[in-house]
């Protein structure tokens, strides 16, 4: 298996905005040696989806929406997903509940996953391309490693959220 290979868990992926964002990353982590999986969604919620069509109640044919059938083919069980979407990420509720649902569906996937974030004070910075383009490839590698764990309050990965939860209630 190649280290990339979407049904081999030996790479961690990262998931980024964009097709020119996900090939500045890629490039960026092929560079110094590192064996992440990048993937690039055209826009936040392009990872959902009409997957198939089903009767209603009514017997009229309605979409099947959900979670797009290209995530079936990556192995996701035990795997460390790192969502790193544009700066306006701090900013904009859409694109924030985006990124939560996308981690929601990964985790309920088996994934590890995590947030990094882009500076969102920087108004010259809107994806990882501008930033690998301002501050350079080891920077932005930098910011991966400073990804923090999603946080779930139903979630198979993630026993803090438990803890938290149990912390709210009492």
Same mark, same amino acid.
């Given at each position: ?39 690039? $969604? ?12 089903? =009767? ?12 797009? =059938? ?37 985790? =309920? ?47 198979? =990965?993630?026993?803090?959220? $438990? ?8």
């Amino acid at each position: 298996l190649k280290p990339d290979d979407p049904t081999s868990t030996n790479s961690p992926i990262i998931i980024v905005e964009g097709e020119k964002k996900v090939l500045a990353l890629a490039e960026a982590c092929r560079k110094v040696g590192l064996d992440y999986l990048t993937i690039g $969604l055209a826009g936040v919620w392009s990872w959902r989806g009409v997957k198939g069509k089903t =009767n209603n109640e009514n017997g009229q044919r309605v979409d099947v929406k959900g979670a797009i =059938n290209d995530l079936d083919s990556i192995n996701f069980e035990n795997r460390q997903v790192i969502i790193l979407f544009d700066a306006n990420v701090a900013t904009n509720a859409s694109v924030k509940a985006a990124r939560q649902k996308l981690a929601e569906e990964l985790n =309920n996937r088996g994934a590890v996953v995590k947030f990094a974030d882009l500076p969102a004070d920087d108004p010259s910075i809107n994806g990882v391309d501008d930033f690998i383009y301002k501050y350079g490839s080891d920077s932005a590698l930098a910011i991966i490693d400073t990804a923090r764990p999603a946080r779930f309050l139903n979630s198979k =990965n993630n026993e803090q959220a $438990l803890a938290d939860a149990k912390a709210i209630v009492e």
